[in-house]
């Protein structure tokens, strides 16, 4: 080549800027294969970044789209179940036309949907977030309503739709907390909520694409199985191997998951990246040749004397330090292009950069395909693909086995071939390293069956035995990662979304429900948004029908519930309970409402339960039950010494039969719960506690009860158990009403009006004074007198309302129930033993006081008639008690000169 004839611009021209530019550090804003953050001295807003599905190795030919379930679901209308992808829409931009420096590479804010977080509304969301003590857990706070909407937004025929409102989610607060972290620096727990977040989006992206698939398949009532007629193309052979074989479907499906990770990561250039060499390849050592043709000097410093693409390698000389500066940061972003299955673009910064040569490297995977030979047509079609791709991949291997070569160009060229290791050699992260297992694994698979087609070319016998013999399956790749020599990569495999990742590939539910169960009994607690997609991904298994560990998935549910009712969540407990088993669902919402002690939330927690279709009848009932059995303190007798005020414990029993009053249609459990309540609160001689739940039960409850029963076209009596709780509440309440009215009797009688004592009569005026406060004196205690006659005569007659208590007795119930309670009969039981003596002994004070001692003499005959046989529930030393008060009545009545009995003496 005449390098004195070449026309090009002379480098000459900018040398010191070139010599400026080399000495200092280019600030590079692209990240590293490993998915890492790129490093860039500022940032500048990218353009959204196009969202096509990244065109990668077969998938333009032959990776299938699967149509939305939802559509298929639709009676009538079937989607053909595969179609060709289109190319990737980035192919449309002219890098030759544009700006390629602001086209492609990363800024800190890639990997977003869009820049909308540096918008005015969004900052000063940010600045708000930033108040708060964890802005992190602030802004995603909201997640966990917005999911739970989502989920009962779509049905089951929807779920797809479901996954991508939850991917639409999950991407805000990622642009939020994006927003939040630029701008209050890298604070762990921010950052951490949305690597999670992220984690999450990408996690339900995988799940979409895998599931679609397998979805589909499962829909299909015939498996395309035609294989390939001898004759066809490469081109053909391949979309029927991807049409019948589920397994390299769903391998391309998670290298196209993980290209589009990798490309929501390089988003956009953000910085200016200058390479030097624009459209003239290699022109500073261009520049050099003709500079040493010119002067007919020799190279300080050797460098090749042909710029044939192969000249460095085949003469073993450097390029000029500038060239090589370039090609090294070239082939890391063109790896990192095609890392994110952005191949076209590749192409077109390998054209922009002047090595057009290199774009025709990249280009000879595209399979072979001539329309001409089975159309028929006149009118010839164009040609498709590399008929000599055999030549072409044997090349590629050859040349990423080629130690001297740059270790980023190596892989490209390793992931053009299906040469794992030279791939792995710049693969840093869990996804890399995934990503190139798969790569090569699907690429080994199509190349067997184009062999087996016999599609194949010759040349393919030149790749290593290796490379055709290797067995290559889903489960193989991820033993093949365990075993790791990177400690990052093995560090990586341990973090929960990626063993979930894994397990979805695997499509291994039981061994992912078993990772599930071990983290939820781990000593360290799952992230609350890890807790919640574990959940969502459960609900959504269940949705397509899927054979699940049922235990493991209450568990998971079990304990998303806890964390909402923990972080006070409480609308959204309701939904979430109703996906348990009828009974377990029953129990967990009984232990959320016992936390609810706002009266104002009450009603609306019993609205969302009817509204999730729980039994709110049992739940209720089992709040009640659960509160009253709290305290184990057994019936205790009253002669024992007791604390009688109400206690904290007390008050939540009664107020826990709030929850049997918001429905007209509980008061007959209303009845019996109250019932049970004020049963132990008398035992315990805690009267004013059983009055507060007695005052609980609305007055019109038994009529309401009665109704109700009558109401349903029943026409015999109130069922037993219905009946005995209206006649026990009654007993209840003319025992509260005796003792309030012995209260009032005993608060009069030991408050009678003083006497007044008379001042000394010196005076006419001391003496009338002294009259008239005698007077007022007789006044107010014929007044207290009357006041306590009446007193008795109420305490008297209430009592004896309890003592000769109608049909059977008090406390007794006057139907036989068919399942006995054996417990409230014992309690029953204990009660008239425990107050019917100290009604009496009550009664017989106040008799005795008012110096009725006949009346109470008669109280004897009540004690021992057989009618009501109260003596059965006297003890043996309360008999003593009441026959020595007797004994004392009969001796006043004796003093009195009446006989023991008090009636008059005969002469």
């Given amino acids: 080549m005449d390098w004195g004839q070449n026309e090009l611009p002379s480098p000459v021209v900018r040398e010191e800027e070139v010599t400026v530019a080399a000495r200092r550090r280019k600030k590079v804003a692209f990240p590293s294969p ?63 036309d544009s700006d390629w420096t602001n086209s492609f590479y990363t800024s800190p804010v890639s990997g977003l949907e869009n820049t909308s977080f540096f918008k005015d509304d969004a900052a000063n969301l940010s600045s708000a977030l930033l108040k708060e003590d964890d802005p992190g857990d602030a802004a995603a706070a909201s997640l966990f309503p917005e999911f739970l909407a989502s989920f009962l937004k779509h049905s089951s025929s929807a779920v797809f739709d479901l996954l991508e409102d939850y991917q639409s989610l999950c991407q805000e607060k990622v642009n939020v907390l994006q927003s939040v972290v630029l701008r209050a620096g890298q604070n762990s727990k921010t950052a951490g909520v949305r690597w999670l977040l992220q984690q999450e989006n990408c996690t339900w992206r995988l799940i979409a694409s895998l599931y679609r698939d397998r979805v589909q398949l499962a829909l299909e009532d015939d498996m395309m199985a035609d294989m390939a007629v001898p004759g066809e193309s490469e081109k053909v052979v391949v979309e029927q191997l991807f049409q019948r074989d589920a397994a390299i479907r769903q391998g391309q499906l998670v290298v196209d998951w993980l290209e589009s990770i990798a490309k929501d990561q390089i988003g956009e250039f953000s910085d200016n990246i200058e390479y030097y060499a624009k459209n003239v390849c290699w022109e500073n050592t261009l520049h050099a040749l003709k500079m040493r043709r010119k002067s007919g000097g020799a190279f300080t410093v050797p460098l090749v004397t042909e710029l044939d693409p192969d000249a460095p390698l085949r003469q073993q000389r450097p390029l000029a330090d500038l060239d090589r500066e370039d090609d090294a940061r070239l082939l890391k972003n063109l790896f990192s292009l095609i890392r994110a299955g952005m191949t076209e673009e590749a192409q077109r910064l390998c054209k922009r950069c002047g090595q057009a040569w290199r774009a025709a490297t990249l280009e000879g995977w595209k399979l072979y395909h001539d329309p001409n030979m089975t159309s028929g047509g006149l009118e010839l079609q164009p040609v498709e693909g590399n008929p000599q791709r055999g030549v072409w991949k044997a090349c590629c291997w050859r040349l990423a086995e080629e130690e001297q070569l740059n270790r980023y160009e190596r892989a490209i060229y390793a992931s053009l071939s299906g040469n794992l290791r030279p791939l792995l050699a710049v693969c840093e992260s869990w996804e890399d390293c995934v990503w190139a297992y798969f790569r090569v694994m699907v690429d080994s698979l199509v190349e067997k069956d184009l062999l087996s087609s016999g599609m194949a070319h010759q040349e393919v016998e030149t790749l290593p035995r290796e490379y055709l013999e290797a067995n290559w399956t889903m489960e193989k790749v991820f033993e093949e990662l365990q075993a790791s020599e990177s400690k990052r990569v093995l560090d990586e495999t341990k973090e929960h979304y990626h063993i979930i990742q894994k397990f979805i590939i695997l499509e291994d539910l039981d061994g992912l429900l078993e990772e599930f169960s071990d983290w939820l009994t781990a000593s360290k607690p799952l992230p609350f ?12 298994f269940r949705s397509l029908g899927l054979a699940l560990k049922e235990e493991v998935c209450v568990d998971v549910l079990k304990a998303y519930v806890s964390l909402l009712i923990r972080d006070q969540h409480n609308d959204l407990v309701a939904s979430y309970v109703g996906q348990l088993p009828a009974e377990l669902a029953t129990a967990q919402y009984a232990a959320f409402l016992e936390t609810v002690t ?146 009032d009797w005993f608060s009069h009688s030991s408050s009678p009006p003083q006497k007044p004592v008379p001042a000394p009569e010196v005076k006419f005026t001391e003496r009338v004074a002294n009259e008239m406060k005698e007077k007022e004196y007789q006044d107010a205690l014929n007044v207290w007198s009357c006041r306590l006659d009446n007193l008795t005569e109420d305490v008297k007659e209430r009592i004896y309302n309890v003592l000769l208590f109608v049909d059977g007795g008090w406390m007794v119930d006057d139907r036989q129930e068919l399942e006995e309670d054996a417990e409230r009969s014992h309690q029953m039981a204990a009660l008239r033993s425990l107050c019917l003596p100290r009604l ?53 009545l004796l003093d009195r000169g009446l006989d023991p009995l008090g009636y008059e003496l005969k002469s």
């Fill in 529 to 540: 948004h890890l807790l919640r997609f574990m959940t969502h991904l459960v609900l959504f």
């Fill in 840 to 892: 009496t002994f009550l009664l017989l004070s106040v008799l005795q006081s008012s110096s009725r001692h006949q009346e109470a003499l008669r109280l004897a005959d009540i004690i021992s008639s057989d009618q009501h046989r109260l003596y059965q529930v006297f003890s043996k030393e309360e008999l003593r008690r009441f026959l020595q008060k007797l004994r004392e009545s009969s001796l006043a």
């Fill in 598 to 743: 706002q009266p104002e939330l009450r009603p609306q927690c019993l609205q969302l339960a009817r509204e999730a279709g729980l039994d709110v009848s049992a739940i209720t009932k089992l709040v009640v039950e659960t509160v009253r059995e709290h305290d184990e303190t057994e019936f205790t007798h009253h002669s024992q010494a007791l604390e009688t005020g109400t206690t904290k414990e007390d008050q939540k029993k009664i107020d826990v039969i709030d929850w049997l009053l918001f429905d007209p249609a509980h008061r007959a459990e209303a009845l019996k719960q109250s019932n049970a309540i004020m049963r132990k609160f008398l035992a315990l001689q805690k009267h004013d506690a059983a009055k507060a739940v007695f005052s609980k039960v609305p007055e019109d409850s038994m009529r309401e009860i009665y109704s109700q029963w009558t109401g349903v076209g029943q026409t015999t009596p109130l069922p037993a158990e219905g009946e005995n709780a209206v006649r026990e509440h009654l007993c209840i309440r003319a025992y509260l009403e005796a003792h309030e009215a012995f209260t």
């Fill in 34 to 96: 490993s998915g890492g953050s790129p490093i860039a001295s500022a940032a500048t807003p990218a353009r959204p970044h196009l969202i096509n599905t990244p065109a990668s190795l077969f998938r333009q030919a032959v990776t299938p789209r699967v149509p939305a379930t939802s559509s298929l679901l639709v009676p009538g209308g079937r989607t053909p179940r595969f179609m060709h992808t289109p190319r990737n829409a980035l192919s449309s931009l002219n890098l030759d």
